[in-house]
């Protein structure tokens, strides 16, 4: 029994290096992820509690309970036809590089190196914003408990931003351990999570006793931004989920290091977010029933986070610092699957030379993680989030270009395959079949809609301390990417560089042989050096 488990694990092991040799890579990376370490870390990247909450008091500022509940459940649905769409792609080319490599299999040649260069550094700005985002709103969590458990203790700006130093630290020092032990941590986190929601859903709704009506709960409609248009406020509202319902694309940066990639990836991305759909909507509904009082504890509520004053209304400070332990350690984990996926996005980019300093990001820890990578993102987070300190809607700005720049990232392989290449794509194992081009459709017309809803005014009068900033620091950092396409890239830039080309199949004497030819680059100006290798695995006769 256990020799024939053994005999299939090693066959699947065999079969997904062979199909990365076929896309161009040789296994770099270690393969100890299974399909359940896949889908824990996409999910931890939706992390209900760490993204939901932070936003809950915004969104309902801006678009009542009914923006938090029905607002969540129309993201969750519309996103899971991003997500299938690109499940598909990621079960034909499952590689670290994930949306990038897909656009440059699916685009037209002559478009192949400026589509990839845009969609790597969206995506890579999508995720490590994400870092900054998470981390921070860990933060705010942490100094929100201290001020629960010593009422004389008031936070300040610089005191967030200083928590948000440490935990950078932490996860940074925590994302350069080997990747087994990431795995292990994600798989807690998603019973983490799942237990976590259960326990403040059932002893929540148990303690509030003045509970709100149904009417109220999912009906109650607000606008407290200064915006004439109600409809206009309650669309704003939508930033929450689509914040919370983001990142699930990291279940294809770690493809290199899953098992059966094919499809633990593709399927880790769907669950991800169909379980964040599901726990999401029944978290935001208990929320709302235990508001007792929407005026004196959201609209002037005097603890900064709004869930926070909710809670101890609802179920006093004992039961509130339970919920607080809860939600910071699942943030926590969150901040840390972030972590994964945009260090292996950067790794993957660099190893392709797109990202500066390159050879130092593609150099892997004696435990073959990207620690260089990982390290590059913490220190890019530590500088978004200097705006923190002097910004009151700084919070709300990061959030907004982590998920417009996830957005277009998402959008541009989507496009190119229900148009350039809907003919000659080639299915793998996890296939929508005659839905693929349907769902795409609307998952680009949701894209489009929610990248220019994301960057409009979310308050009135506009004032420098309350703009939407996002266009800002979003602006720059595409530009400057454009520049350098425009002056140096285009001259050099190809897209995906393979380090692996000509592979050969056959058996010779009870084994398998295959026969590669690999190419390495040294260097932007140096000659590209090719040698064979030869990579045997012994056959297994049935």
Same mark, same amino acid.
């Given at each position: 029994?256990?020799?024939?488990?053994?005999?299939?694990?090693?066959?699947?092991?065999?079969?997904?290096?062979?199909?990365?040799?076929?896309? *161009?890579?040789?296994?770099?990376?270690?393969?100890?992820?299974?399909? @359940?370490?896949?889908?824990?870390?996409?999910?931890?990247?939706?992390?209900?509690?760490?993204?939901?909450?932070?936003?809950? *008091?915004?969104?309902?500022?801006?678009?009542?309970?009914?923006?938090?509940?029905?607002?969540?459940?129309?993201?969750?649905?519309?996103?899971?036809?991003?997500?299938?769409?690109?499940?598909?792609?990621?079960?034909?080319?499952?590689?670290?590089?994930?949306?990038?490599?897909?656009?440059?299999?699916?685009?037209?040649?002559?478009?192949?190196?400026?589509?990839?260069?845009?969609?790597?550094?969206?995506?890579?700005?999508?995720?490590?914003?994400?870092?900054?985002?998470?981390?921070?709103?860990?933060?705010?969590?942490?100094? #929100?408990?201290?001020?629960?458990?010593?009422?004389? @203790?008031?936070?300040?700006?610089?005191?967030?931003?200083?928590?948000?130093?440490?935990?950078?630290?932490?996860?940074? $020092?925590?994302?350069?351990?080997?990747?087994?032990?990431?795995?292990?941590?994600?798989?807690?986190?998603?019973? $983490?999570?799942?237990? *976590?929601?259960?326990?403040?859903?059932?002893?929540?709704?148990?303690?509030?006793?003045?509970?709100?009506?149904?009417?109220?709960?999912? *009906?109650?409609?607000?606008?407290?931004?200064?915006?004439?248009?109600? /409809?206009?406020?309650?669309?704003? !509202?939508?930033?929450?989920?689509?914040?919370?319902?983001? /990142?699930?694309?990291?279940?294809?940066?770690?493809?290199?290091?899953?098992?059966?990639?094919?499809?633990?990836?593709?399927?880790?991305?769907?669950?991800?977010?169909?379980?964040?759909?599901?726990?999401?909507?029944?978290?935001?509904?208990?929320?709302?029933?235990?508001?007792?009082?929407?005026?004196?504890?959201?609209?002037?509520?005097?603890?900064?986070?709004?869930?926070?004053?909710?809670?101890?209304?609802?179920?006093?400070?004992?039961?509130?610092?339970?919920?607080?332990?809860?939600?910071?350690?699942?943030?926590?984990?969150?901040?840390?699957?972030?972590?994964? !996926?945009?260090?292996?996005?950067?790794?993957? @980019?660099?190893?392709?030379?797109?990202?500066?300093? #390159?050879?130092?990001?593609?150099?892997?820890?004696?435990?073959?993680?990207?620690?260089?990578?990982? $390290?590059?993102?913490?220190? @890019?987070?530590?500088?978004?989030?200097?705006?923190?300190?002097? #910004?009151?809607?700084?919070?709300?700005?990061?959030? #907004?270009?982590?998920?417009?720049?996830?957005?277009?990232?998402?959008?541009?392989?989507?496009?190119?395959?229900?148009?350039?290449?809907?003919?000659?794509? +080639?299915?793998?194992?996890?296939?929508?079949?005659?839905?693929?081009?349907?769902?795409?459709?609307?998952?680009?017309?949701?894209?489009?809609?929610?990248?220019?809803?994301?960057?409009?005014?979310?308050?009135?009068?506009?004032?420098?301390?309350?703009?939407?900033?996002?266009?800002?620091?979003?602006?720059?950092?595409?530009?400057?990417?454009?520049?350098?396409?425009?002056?140096?890239?285009?001259?050099?830039?190809?897209?995906?560089?393979?380090?692996?080309?000509?592979?050969?199949?056959?058996?010779?004497?009870?084994?398998?042989?295959?026969?590669?030819?690999?190419?390495?680059?040294?260097?932007?100006?140096?000659?590209?050096? +090719?040698?064979?290798?030869?990579?045997?695995?012994?056959?297994?006769?049935?």
């Amino acid at each position: 029994m256990y020799q024939d488990k053994k005999r299939k694990q090693d066959e699947a092991m065999m079969d997904d290096e062979l199909l990365l040799a076929k896309l *161009g890579y040789k296994q770099d990376l270690n393969r100890h992820l299974s399909a @359940f370490s896949n889908f824990a870390i996409s999910f931890g990247c939706c992390s209900v509690l760490g993204g939901l909450l932070p936003l809950w *008091g915004t969104t309902l500022l801006t678009g009542g309970t009914s923006a938090s509940i029905w607002g969540y459940l129309i993201v969750a649905i519309l996103t899971l036809t991003i997500g299938s769409s690109l499940a598909e792609i990621c079960s034909a080319f499952p590689t670290t590089g994930g949306l990038y490599f897909w656009t440059a299999q699916l685009s037209d040649s002559e478009w192949v190196p400026f589509m990839c260069w845009i969609v790597g550094y969206f995506n890579w700005l999508s995720l490590a914003v994400a870092i900054c985002a998470s981390d921070l709103g860990m933060a705010g969590f942490l100094t #929100s408990a201290v001020s629960v458990a010593k009422p004389d @203790f008031q936070t300040t700006a610089v005191i967030d931003y200083g928590v948000f130093l440490a935990i950078l630290f932490v996860h940074g $020092w925590m994302n350069t351990l080997p990747i087994r032990y990431t795995g292990i941590i994600n798989n807690l986190s998603v019973w $983490w999570h799942i237990m *976590g929601i259960l326990f403040i859903v059932v002893v929540g709704l148990l303690l509030t006793e003045n509970k709100p009506s149904a009417s109220f709960v999912f *009906g109650q409609s607000y606008n407290n931004t200064g915006l004439k248009s109600d /409809g206009y406020a309650w669309l704003i !509202g939508l930033l929450q989920a689509q914040f919370t319902l983001n /990142g699930y694309d990291t279940a294809a940066h770690v493809s290199e290091e899953t098992k059966s990639a094919q499809r633990g990836s593709p399927m880790g991305i769907v669950m991800a977010i169909a379980t964040s759909a599901v726990a999401g909507t029944i978290l935001m509904i208990a929320c709302a029933f235990m508001i007792q009082d929407f005026d004196a504890q959201i609209v002037n509520g005097k603890n900064p986070m709004s869930i926070t004053q909710v809670f101890l209304d609802s179920t006093g400070i004992g039961w509130t610092m339970w919920f607080l332990v809860i939600i910071i350690v699942a943030m926590y984990f969150a901040g840390a699957a972030v972590i994964v !996926g945009s260090s292996r996005q950067t790794y993957a @980019f660099a190893r392709d030379g797109a990202m500066p300093c #390159s050879k130092w990001l593609t150099k892997l820890s004696s435990s073959k993680v990207p620690a260089n990578a990982v $390290w590059f993102n913490i220190a @890019f987070a530590v500088i978004l989030g200097i705006p923190y300190l002097f #910004s009151e809607v700084a919070y709300e700005t990061i959030v #907004s270009i982590n998920t417009i720049s996830a957005n277009i990232s998402y959008f541009i392989p989507i496009w190119l395959r229900i148009t350039m290449a809907r003919k000659r794509f +080639q299915r793998g194992p996890y296939s929508m079949g005659k839905l693929s081009i349907p769902c795409g459709i609307i998952a680009c017309i949701w894209i489009l809609f929610t990248s220019v809803l994301f960057i409009l005014p979310t308050q009135a009068p506009i004032t420098a301390n309350n703009m939407n900033f996002a266009i800002i620091p979003f602006g720059f950092i595409i530009g400057l990417a454009s520049i350098v396409y425009a002056v140096s890239g285009r001259k050099w830039f190809t897209g995906p560089v393979r380090n692996i080309d000509t592979v050969v199949v056959r058996e010779e004497d009870g084994k398998v042989i295959h026969e590669t030819h690999r190419v390495v680059l040294l260097n932007e100006d140096d000659m590209i050096d +090719q040698h064979e290798i030869r990579i045997q695995d012994t056959l297994v006769k049935l």
